[in-house]
């Protein structure tokens, strides 16, 4: 192996461990790794700058700025917050009803505006729901934490997984409505279902409690009721937009445009609230894994998987749902797609396996969401309701994430498996 394809494949097993462990901002670490790949393929290779930028997938960089955009300002009109109270109101105050609502409302927000933005406006809801009635919201808050990552799966927009095999495979918002949001909901239900059982007790709720929640007003959490239908009718407008349109990038972004006209802001206020180091995190982590698959590597594991088949696809299949899955739980999902993707092309051509290459696509969807809900930073999202958890004197502790995690994970693993292998067999 060639010195510049050592120097490579040093920085990304180096990225994968800053990644892993935490040592420094990962941000800085893909932005850093990504200096070096550009300094080592332009002495040896005579790369330009315009060809180490090329790495990077624009479309997919445009889809998360543009829906974060989004999420911020609908947020501020209180779209989300109104239904979360009209939710919970419809419960009774049962506050089983209200584990489930919330938790599917975590999942099916996280399908209109990523799960970033969901965990963020669930996250606050939760804490300020719990403290109105009274309990403890630790079990909520780990619920919801672990559950996260399986809304990942439901839409093209709904994490940054999903957004880059789609631009990968050339997907559109309606594969993910028929293939990946059904078995995602399923999942959801019955992600549901077990943590209702492994929370146990959650607490009870003094019916003074019930009749002041019964009675809170939810119309008071929206500041403007123009803002508020103008926010429903262009998220409507988006999804519509997302399933008509070839450009996903261009719905989302012309989406985002008329919200900061709607709303009469400038981009550079929202600008301030907008996730930035997640961005260049994706931006240095293009570059890396773009030097990685220059060096040949992942082509030849591609080959290896294809040829050791011999013929069989739902070996491959298997393997590839529970590696990346358990490895997202660890590792962050964008990182396992972007090494993943040109592995799989590899492995259905190698394998004469072309046939089945959009159900290898939907296992990766699967695997890298779902299995992102193992630890508390196998997601950013997940990370980000136990980070506001703990701002609020709430510690959930990796220790007692992981034994709830890998339960959930095991049984979505392998609902992912059985439902990938019911896809070929029909295909």
Known sequence: ??????IILSVFIATLFVIITEKIDKAIATILGAIIVYLTL???????????LSFIDWPTIIIMFSVIVTGILVN????????????????????????????????????VITILVSAIIIARLTISITEAIDVDPYPFLLAEAIAVGIGGATSLV??????????????????????TMPISIIAGLCTT???IKISGSLGEVSEVRKSVLMEFEEWSVVPDLFLFYASAIILIAMIIGFAIFPAPYVVAITVAAV???????????????VDWSTLFFFMGIFIIVGGVEK???????????GT??????????????????????????????????????ELVKSGGFQNFFLIFMIALVLSTNFGGSMTPIGTPASLLIVSLASERGIHISFKEFIKVGVIVVAINLTLATLYAVVLMLIY
């Open 1 to 6: 192996m060639e010195i510049w394809a050592i």
């Open 295 to 305: 060096t040949g590597v992942l082509h030849e594991i591609g080959y290896a998987l």
């Open 193 to 195: 279902f077990i943590l």
């Open 42 to 52: 332009s002495t040896f290779k005579g790369a330009t700058l315009d060809e180490i």
């Open 308 to 345: 050791m088949s011999k013929g069989n696809v739902f070996l491959p299949l298997v393997l590839i749902i529970w590696i990346t899955g358990i490895s997202s739980g660890f590792l962050d999902g964008v990182t396992i797609v972007l090494t993943f993707t040109p592995i799989i092309a």
């Open 76 to 111: 501020e009109a209180g779209l989300f917050q109104w239904v979360a109270i009209k939710l919970v109101k419809l419960t009774g105050g049962d506050l089983v009803k209200i584990f489930f609502s919330l938790i599917m409302l975590t999942i099916i927000l996280s399908s």
């Open 158 to 179: 709904a994490s940054p997984n999903t957004i880059l095999v789609a631009q990968f495979a050339h997907l559109d918002f309606t594969f993910f409505l028929i293939y």
């Open 259 to 273: 919200f900061l006209l709607i709303r009469r802001k400038s981009l550079s206020n929202v600008a301030k609230d």
